[in-house]
């Protein structure tokens, strides 16, 4: 236990010193306007990831029979909902921190300005934060009719005979819950951002208190008892990410031969993986919104090789997927060496990042033809960095495969 307690502690050392170096070697040398206007772009960029990855953080909760043992309720259920999911963030903070405070030019030019905005990104960031708590505990009622009613079994025939599209109509109030938290959030920076322009910094930062306020109130005072919307839509999203009820389900797009690009023997090992993944977590928009925030950066022109560096960091991250199916949750290491030789479950890992690999060179030409970078001769150190990685960390994998005993 002491040692997952100290793996855990340098994981997260290793990424706040990631996130503030990025800060640092990003804006070391930029003036004040250059970081204020990259702070509200950054703060579109936030608004966007809280609103699509907050369920994700909170549902399903693998510790929801501890909360239940425990009788984990009201208020102190609010504060473990709010931990679960707010120390993430915080990580995106130390960046924004970086990017404010990191002067090499003049330390000390401009402080009040600096810590007026990061102020401002504190507030915006925990009351946006707490408005997607308030709305995404509610939905598993919400879900739950759209799933079991007529008027939703309607639009899932519609949806699989008109467009040939297998959505799950419990989906749809989380969708629209991230529409409009991103839109509020988005509009609210452009707003501030036009009352910081003509009426002074201090009034943008004074703004974020609006969302500050109504995120916390909304949160708290409108959660008398918050067990029971937990409860249900945390038994919501289990089922809803772990069933099969058949070919109009949101599992049941992908089949086995369609995955051409992967090699026969280890085709229906990447097929597994990749069916367990989508149940998990959406991974298509997950790596979207990843190329939305590379393109933010890409948006402010840095430095060339800060780009390829940016560019570098995001193809490694796709990686984490592997880690993912590598839980053994998602498969007993026992049940896989059983099923195929370890050689074949390292392939599998490898080439189930195949599949992001043409997403990443398509935006890297775009973003080539648009900003002049990364050039070919970058594109092809990051390709080469990606499977490499991949190969790699597979590689980990199939190490700790065969010296696990389970």
């Given amino acids: 236990m002491a040692l997952k307690n100290n793996q855990s502690l340098i994981f997260k050392a290793l990424v706040a010193g990631v996130a503030i170096a990025m800060g640092v070697s990003w804006m070391h040398d930029a003036a004040i306007e250059e970081r204020v206007i990259t702070l509200r772009y950054l703060m579109l960029g936030a608004a966007g990831f809280i609103s699509f990855v907050t ?115 419990g989906a749809i109030p989380s969708l629209v819950n991230t ?22 910094f201090i009034a943008e930062a004074a703004l974020s208190l609006v969302v500050f306020l109504l995120g916390v109130v909304l949160y708290i005072a409108r959660n008398r008892k918050p067990e029971r919307k937990y409860y249900h839509t945390n038994s919501f999203f289990s089922e809803f990410f772990g069933a099969s009820e058949g070919e109009d389900t949101i599992t049941a797009r992908r089949e086995v031969d369609q995955l051409w690009w992967v090699p026969s023997p280890i085709r229906v090992n990447v097929w597994q993986y990749l069916q367990q993944i989508d149940r998990k977590i959406p991974a298509g928009r997950a790596v979207a919104a990843g190329h939305v925030l590379v393109w933010l950066v890409a948006y402010q022109k840095p430095d060339i090789n800060f780009m390829v560096g940016i560019w570098t960091l995001f193809a490694v991250t796709h990686h984490l997927f592997i880690l993912l199916t590598m839980q053994r949750n998602f498969s007993p290491h026992w049940m896989l060496r059983w099923l195929s030789p370890i050689k074949s479950w390292v392939f599998s890992w490898f080439w189930m990042q195949v599949r992001w690999l043409l997403p990443l060179v398509i935006s890297m030409n775009a973003q080539l033809f648009v900003f002049g970078v990364p050039r070919g001769s970058d594109q092809l150190f990051i390709i080469v960095v990606y499977l490499t990685s991949a190969m790699a960390v597979a590689s980990v994998g199939g190490f700790r495969l065969k010296k696990s005993i389970l």
């Avoid at 905005?117 to 946006?128: E, K, Q, R």
């Avoid at 529409?179 to 002074?200: D, E, P």
Wanted: positive net charge; hydrophobic residues 45%; without cysteine.
């Fill in 55 to 169: 369920p994700y953080l909170l549902f399903p909760d693998s510790k929801s029979k501890l909360i239940q043992l425990g009788n984990i309720s009201g208020r102190n259920l609010i504060s473990y909902l709010f931990n679960r999911t707010f120390s993430y963030y915080l990580y995106f903070y130390l960046f924004i921190l970086a990017t404010l405070f990191a002067d090499t030019l003049s330390v000390g030019s401009e402080l009040i300005v600096k810590f007026s905005y990061s102020v401002y990104a504190l507030l915006f960031i925990t009351g946006l934060h707490s408005l997607a708590l308030y709305m995404y505990l509610k939905v598993g009622p919400q879900s739950q009719y759209w799933q079991e009613s007529e008027k939703g079994k309607e639009l899932r025939f519609k949806l699989a005979n008109y467009f040939k599209y297998p959505m799950d109509p």
């Fill in 179 to 200: 529409v409009v938290l991103a839109l509020f959030g988005m509009l609210f920076i452009i707003i501030g951002t036009v009352v910081g322009n003509s009426m002074g």
